[in-house]
Nanobody
Framework: QVQLVESGGGSVESGGSTRLSCTASGTTLGRYAVGWFRQAPGKEREPVSCISGTNSDTIYMPSVKGRATITRDRPNNMIYLRVDDLTPDDTAVYYC?????????????????WGQGTQVTVSS
């Protein structure tokens, strides 16, 4: 059974950075497309970024484009999301999700497996 666990959230001041980690048990993430999503209080979950499982192509949503970097660490079976220049609008629970169709690049709600999320709170 595939399980995902996010870590790295916390409280950050505006202008700061955060690096979130996603690790998996029960599988090798290298075979999966992995996406990051976030859900702010009172809002719907939205996609943030995705990395494909084939050639590690990446995509970023406009909300974080130019400020975020998603990377894959194959030896350690980890996916990272770094977001710089944080603002209070980035405050949300951040989730990673994996899909066994490795060529997928656009993060979508139908990704097969989801983590429990990690809270990022940005203070002004």
């Amino acid at each position: 059974q595939v399980q995902l666990v996010e870590s790295g959230g916390g409280s950050v001041e505006s202008g700061g950075s955060t690096r979130l980690s996603c690790t998996a048990s029960g599988t090798t993430l290298g075979r999966y497309a992995v996406g990051w999503f976030r859900q702010a209080p009172g809002k719907e979950r939205e996609p943030v970024s995705c990395i494909s499982g084939t050639n590690s192509d990446t995509i970023y949503m406009p909300s974080v484009k130019g400020r975020a970097t998603i990377t894959r660490d194959r030896p350690n079976n980890m996916i990272y999301l770094r977001v710089d220049d944080l603002t209070p609008d980035d405050t949300a629970v951040y989730y990673c999700a994996a899909d066994p169709r490795p060529s997928r690049l656009r993060p979508a709600p139908d990704f097969a497996t989801w983590g429990q999320g990690t809270q990022v709170t940005v203070s002004s």
